[in-house]
């Protein structure tokens, strides 16, 4: 079974702060892509990143996949309230049908 | 277009009642999933279809049930409801994946399902 862990779980942050979320695991995806989630809706793609190394920013979102491609980074710079959501990573790979999903980080950012 | 959509948006069932999710797409994809997302759980594939008259069993199948019947509808079922599955469960579809990188999964809103 391939397993995606994330941490922190829970972040809670003040606005202007950055932060970086990890996501891991012991085995190689041929693919990575990070999802938002806000209250009360359905995840949506934030990035999907292909080859190991790969540096992909939107706004102030940075991503990292790992040169290995078995973790990757997300980095939030000078965060605000609208960045509050769960952040899911989801790991792809070649001859699986369904994504590996990591267990989530929490993400509040106080005004 | 209106992307993944899901009906019922909530439901209150009592123990042992049946109920049918259902979940429609109109983006023509060939893919669909159901997940179920619990506090603290992120989001576990229950069942999943990667065509139209093909289901398979994701990582918690136990007391659900599926059907593709149409390309554009997939369909989950509890046949004998247990508080266990008090969860919010959501749909998802996309395309398949080309070259080992997927496409966008796109997701519904979600059903709040409370079981009593």
């Known amino acids: 079974t391939q397993l995606l862990e994330q941490s922190p779980q829970f972040l809670s942050i003040q606005e202007g702060e950055n932060l970086t979320v990890y996501c891991n695991s012991s085995s190689v995806f041929s693919s990575l892509q990070w999802y938002r989630q806000e209250p009360g809706e359905g995840p949506v793609l934030l990035v999907t990143v292909v080859t190991g190394g790969e540096v992909k920013k939107l706004k102030r979102l940075t991503f990292q996949f790992g040169d290995a491609r078995k973790d990757s980074s997300l980095h939030i710079t000078a965060a605000q309230p609208g960045d509050t959501g769960l952040y899911l990573c989801?790991?792809?790979?070649?001859?699986?049908?369904?994504?590996?999903f990591g267990s989530g980080t929490r993400l509040q950012v106080q005004p | 277009n209106a992307g993944v959509t899901q009906t019922p948006k909530f439901r209150v069932l009592k123990t042992g009642q049946s109920m049918t999710l259902l979940c429609a797409q109109d983006?023509?994809?060939?893919?669909m999933y159901w997940y179920r997302q619990d506090p603290g759980m992120g989001l576990r594939l229950i069942h999943y279809?990667?065509?139209?008259?093909?289901?398979a069993k994701g990582e918690v199948p136990d007391g659900y049930n599926v059907s593709r019947l149409k390309k554009q509808n997939f369909l989950l079922g509890l046949e004998s409801a247990a508080p266990s599955q008090t969860s919010v469960y959501f749909c998802a579809s996309r395309r398949p994946e080309r070259g080992g990188v997927s496409y966008e999964q796109y997701f519904g809103p979600g059903t709040r399902l409370t079981v009593t």
């Open positions: 989801a790991g792809v790979n070649t001859g699986r049908r369904a994504l590996t």
């Open positions: 983006m023509n994809h060939e893919y």
């Open positions: 279809s990667v065509g139209e008259g093909t289901t």
